[in-house]
C-alpha cells in the first residue's frame, strides 16, 4: 500500500509538472509576446545595441524559437545592472551569468568555460599554461584588478611587474579588455589574462591572431573555470523551466554560435570541446 500511495504521489507531481510548463507566463514575464532581454548594450562580445554579439544571437534564436518578437533594455553591465533591469522588470532574462550568483535564478548553464592567457604567437610564453609558471616571473602581464586570477597571479609573485586595467567601467565608453588587447600587440605588455570569451574574441580579430590557453591547471587561488548560465527572477519558476527546455533542445545551435566567436569551451574534464563535438547534442 505505501509503495501504490508513493507512485500515486509521484504520478500527481508528475502531471503537475507537465502542465506547469504550459501554465501561462503572464504573470511572470513583463509581456508575454515579446522576449526581453537585459544586456549591455557595449560588451562585446557578448552584448551591443547593433545585435552583433553572441548573446544577442542567443537571443535572437530563441525569440525564433518562441515566436515572440525581441526587444532590449539596455544598460551598462556594472553596479546596479541587475536592479535596474530584471530586478526593475524592464525585461524577463539575463542572457549570460555564472550559474550559482544568488542575484538571480539560474538556468541550467548553456557553457563551461574559464579564465585564459593570451599571448603572441611565436612568444617564448606560448605555451604557458598556468600562472604557476616560473617563466612568468618579471613578465608585464596585463590583468583586470578585481577578477579571481588577480589573486593567483599575487599568490604567483606577479603582480609587482603586472599592469592593471580597472575591473568597474562605462562599457559605452570605454573597454579594459580592448586596451589590454592593443597593449599586447603593441609590446607593452608580455601576456594578458581574461576572461575566456574575451580572450578568445579579441584574439581571434587581432591580425595576425593571439594565442589562447584556458587556465584549467592552477592548484592556488579561487577557481578559474565557471559554468555560465541564463539569469532570471526568483519568482519566474515557469519561465526558468522554460528556458531550460530551450536550451536543452538548442545546445548544438548555442555551441556553434559560441564558437563562431572564439569562446574556449570546456567539457567537465576541462578538454577543450572542437565544432564537431560541440555540434552534437548533449
Not at 555551441?255 to 552534437?280: C, M, Q, R, Y
Amino acid at each position: 500500500m505505501a509503495v501504490a500511495a508513493g507512485l500515486a504521489l509521484l504520478g500527481s507531481w508528475a502531471a503537475f509538472a507537465q502542465s506547469s510548463d504550459h501554465a501561462d507566463l503572464s504573470i511572470e514575464l513583463v509581456d508575454p509576446n515579446v522576449l526581453r532581454v537585459c544586456a549591455d548594450p557595449r560588451n562585446l562580445p557578448f552584448s551591443d545595441e547593433k545585435g552583433q554579439g553572441f548573446e544577442n544571437k542567443i537571443a535572437e534564436l530563441f525569440a525564433a524559437k518562441l515566436q515572440k518578437k525581441l526587444d532590449y533594455a539596455f544598460y551598462p553591465q556594472a553596479t546596479g545592472f541587475v536592479r535596474m533591469t530584471l530586478g526593475s522588470h524592464r525585461c524577463d532574462v539575463i542572457m549570460g551569468f555564472p550559474q550559482g550568483d544568488e542575484l538571480v535564478q539560474s538556468t541550467t548553464p548553456y557553457y563551461r568555460t574559464s579564465y585564459a592567457i593570451v599571448t603572441r604567437r611565436g612568444s617564448d610564453l606560448g605555451d604557458v599554461a598556468t600562472l604557476e609558471d616560473t617563466r612568468l616571473k618579471g613578465k608585464h602581464i596585463g590583468i583586470v584588478a578585481g577578477t579571481p586570477p588577480a589573486t593567483n597571479m599575487a599568490a604567483a609573485g606577479l603582480m609587482t611587474t603586472a599592469k592593471p586595467y580597472p575591473l568597474m567601467i562605462d562599457t559605452r565608453v570605454d573597454s579594459s579588455a580592448e586596451a589590454m588587447i592593443k597593449d599586447l600587440k603593441s609590446g607593452e605588455i608580455d601576456a594578458g589574462v581574461l576572461w575566456g570569451p574575451m580572450a578568445g574574441y579579441y584574439a581571434k580579430q587581432a591580425n595576425p591572431p593571439l594565442h589562447v590557453t584556458p587556465l584549467i591547471n592552477e592548484t592556488t587561488g579561487p577557481k578559474l573555470v565557471y559554468r555560465i548560465a541564463m539569469g532570471v527572477r526568483a519568482t519566474d519558476v515557469n519561465w526558468r523551466r522554460q528556458l531550460n527546455r530551450l536550451i536543452q533542445e538548442s545546445q548544438p545551435d548555442i555551441n556553434k554560435i559560441l564558437l563562431e566567436f572564439g569562446v574556449p569551451l570546456l567539457d567537465e574534464s576541462n578538454h577543450l570541446i572542437t565544432a564537431e563535438a560541440a555540434a552534437k547534442s548533449p
